[in-house]
């Protein structure tokens, strides 16, 4: 019987590799050449990449109800907590081999579009599905966000995961009824 203490893995990790790998194998090699230039990254980071996914933002999403889960007879997991997370995926335009030309750039991000439109549900490597949406986000929010980085507005696909459920760490304890007694004592 499980303890409820076994491993509780980063559900955010796995979901922000989830979606490097969707785009991994949609992107290669036809509009990026290996699956490492794609990656977790920030735009400010100088590493090379071609096409960085980068988490931005992360929501409470209560609008998903969820239930505790049972470990055992006695014992039960609280409710997961249901997150909304936004990335943007961009083109770095740093990249240390030349940089990515206008025209590919418009191309790869073209293809970003198609793989999250076309996967509107991320299946993470626990088997639970997510959902992949895109973002709107305003021209005066998008400048914002880039001048946090200390850089120019870039292109960028802006998007959103849901639910992605943490798993809580609390547990409760219940007691199971052993024994009912349904005697009644005579009035007096």
């Known amino acids: 019987m499980d303890s409820g203490k076994e491993h509780l893995g980063s559900e955010i990790v796995q979901t922000g590799k ?17 699956p490492e230039e794609i990656a977790l990254a920030a735009p400010w980071e100088e590493a090379d990449y071609r096409v960085g996914i980068y988490l931005y933002d992360i929501q409470d999403y209560s609008i998903c109800r969820t239930q505790e889960t049972v470990i055992n007879e006695s014992l039960r997991r609280l409710p997961p907590k249901a997150v909304e997370l936004s990335y943007l995926v ?6 240390r081999f030349g940089g990515l030309q206008r025209e590919q750039l418009h191309a790869v991000l073209n293809e970003v579009i198609r793989t999250v439109y076309d ?3 991320l299946t993470r490597e626990n088997g639970e599905e997510v959902g992949i949406s895109f973002l709107r986000e305003s021209a005066e929010f998008k400048i914002r966000l880039w001048g946090s980085f200390h850089q120019a507005l870039w292109p960028a696909v802006y998007v959103r995961v849901v639910p992605v459920l943490l798993t809580s760490r609390r547990l409760r304890k219940v007691h ?4 009912r007694d349904y005697r009644a004592d005579p009035m007096q």
């Open 119 to 121: 996967n509107p549900v």
């Open 176 to 179: 199971a009824v052993q024994e």
């Open 90 to 95: 961009f083109c770095n335009e740093k990249h």
């Open 18 to 34: 989830c979606l490097m790998e969707l785009l991994q194998k949609n992107l290669c090699p036809d509009f990026v050449r290996a």
